[in-house]
Structures are given as C-alpha cells and as structure tokens.
C-alpha cells in the first residue's frame, strides 16, 4: 500500500511514522525530561534519537535505492555495449522514472543502431568507389604512361637511360603505391572469393610489410555470414594487426578464424608490450571503430591481456540463421 503512494507522501508518512511513535513513547511511558536533564534522562535522549535516526535510515533507503541505481547508470551508460537496463523497483515517481529510462536506452540503442548502419553502408560504399576509381583510372594512366615510357626507353641515348631507368622505377612503385591503396579501401578477395581467401591476402601481406612472424589459422566449414558481418570481421583484422604493426612492438603474431555457437570468432593475438584497460576504454580511434562495427552486425569485441604476454583481440559475430550451413 504504502509503495503505491506518490514519494513525497511516502517520505513524509515514513518521517510522521517515527514522530507517532516517539510521541507516544512520551506519552504513556515514564520517561521523563526536567528542565536540567539528568545524565539517565540525557542518555535515554540519546538512544532514542539514535534509533529513531536509524529507523528512519532503514525505511527510507528502499525508497531512494532506486534513484542511487539510476544516477549511477546515467553516468556510466556506454552505448557500445547495449542491454544495460535497470530492475524496475520502488513504487509511483521512481519506478515510473525507472521505466522511463530504460525505454530510453531502447530509443537511443535503436536509433545509433540504424544511423550506424547507414553510416557504415555509406562509408564501405565510399571506400568501393574511390578503391575502383583508384584501380581503373589512376591505375590505368599510369599503367599508360608505364608502357609508354618503356617503349621510347631504348630511343634514349645510354648516358641518359641509367636516369631514366630511375624515373621508370618510380612510376613502378607509385603504380603499385596505387593498388595496395585500393586493395586496403576494397578488398577484391572479399566480394569474389570470400572472407577466407581475403584474409589470407591480408595477413600474407601485413606479413610482408611488417616483417613479423604471423601465424594464421582458418577452420574450414564456417558457418555463412552475412556480407556486413563478414566486413566487419575483415576491418577488425585489418585494424588489429594495423594496431600490432605500430604500437605493440611485438614480434609474433596470431590471426585465426573459428566456428562457434552459431558464429565465427575472430582472434588476433600479439606477444607485444600489451595495453592498459583505461587505454581501450577511452581510445578514440580505431579501438572504438572496432567496437561500433561489432555492435552494429550484433556481434562481441573483447579486448584483453595475452596469455603470457601482449593482447587479444576476440570478435564474436552471430551466423545467418537461415544461410547457417
């Protein structure tokens, strides 16, 4: 009964409760108190000030509980990592106040959602265009201009060719500067081959550049993602072992790709100098991209210590239920 009551009646019938209660005591008990109390009369005063202080404590603490909870929600609230509701409890304003809450975070969870999904639709198809106009058109010129300069090479007279062939070796590199651009923004393997395939690429390729050891490992018979989920796996890989390449200092590495229930866990793992727990909380960058890509395909990032050393990156996305093989 009392719980149905607004908080104000409730705090002030609580209070009126203990003022009855001390009233009578003084009434029909033989406590009495002299204009100069004595030492018994100012310990009686004593103990029933206390407990009356205590009682007062003990019921209303149920009744402001829940807006302690809820403060403390409101400032460590993370939308990254949705489905943090609270209990609705108490009574009247405050499990109103509670419910209010929590439709909120539904609201908000589902907004970033969707706006995220947009997002990162619009940015993958940003990075398709500029990957096919770096291939096919930049490519293409200096491709043009490649052969070209290899067709008016052997004109050239022998003292100017060793010149040349410096130029033409430039021309080269910025020719494959260009691919490896546009292999980064779209990986082809991706869309042709598969997730399998475009992560051996990677890896064989951040191998190659970082001069680490890189120990891969792909279980076959994955269950079937959905394209934005088998995106996500791949920009995670490519930002973890982006991350082992310029802060870990390690020099081993480990990606690997199993099956779990009904999804695929991705792992990246480094002997490296490790990280710190606050780093990973307030990383602005690419560890918070990572997070966002996880929450928006549904899946779970986790990033921790090694074994024995370095850190882990585990990403755990769900399987299409009905492409699930």
């Known amino acids: 009964m009392l719980s149905k009551l607004p908080l104000l009646w409730r705090t002030f019938a609580v209070n009126a409760a203990l003022f009855i209660v001390a009233t009578l005591l003084l009434a029909f008990t033989r406590v009495t108190i002299r204009a100069h109390i004595t030492l018994e009369e100012g310990i009686i005063l004593a103990v029933g000030l206390t407990v009356m202080l205590t009682a ?45 809450f929590n439709e909120m975070l539904d609201r908000l969870e589902a907004e970033r959602l969707e706006s995220g999904r947009r997002a990162l639709q619009a940015q993958e198809a940003e990075r398709l265009r500029i990957s096919r106009g770096l291939h096919d058109e930049v490519g293409q010129v200096l491709t043009g201009v490649l052969l070209q300069f290899d067709s008016v090479l052997g004109d050239v007279p022998p003292d100017r060719q060793k010149e040349l062939e410096v130029t033409r070796h430039t021309i080269r590199r910025a020719l494959e500067e260009v691919r490896r651009i546009a292999q980064e923004l779209r990986p082809a393997q991706l869309e042709h081959l598969g997730l399998v395939s475009a992560l051996t690429e990677l890896s064989t390729r951040f191998a190659r550049q970082s001069g680490l050891q890189l120990d891969q490992y792909f279980a076959p018979d994955l269950p079937r993602l959905s394209p934005e989920g088998e995106i996500t796996i791949y920009r995670v890989a490519q930002e973890g072992l982006t991350n082992v390449a310029r802060h870990a200092q390690a020099t081993r590495v480990g990606l690997s790709l199993e099956g779990g229930a009904a999804s695929v866990v991705l792992r990246v793992t480094d002997d490296g100098c490790g990280f710190t727990e606050g780093s990973t909380r307030h990383d602005g960058g690419g560890l918070r991209g990572m997070r966002e890509r996880a929450v928006l395909v549904g899946g779970v990032l986790a990033i921790k210590a090694g074994t024995h050393s370095g850190s882990e990156i585990r990403l755990e996305v769900p399987a299409e239920p009905d492409l699930r093989g």
């Open 56 to 100: 007062n404590l003990l019921l209303l603490r149920p009744t402001f509980a829940p807006l302690e909870q809820l403060a403390h929600r409101m400032q460590n609230v993370d939308l990254l990592r949705p489905g943090q509701r609270l209990p609705v409890t108490g009574g009247g304003e405050v499990s109103g106040l509670v419910v209010a």
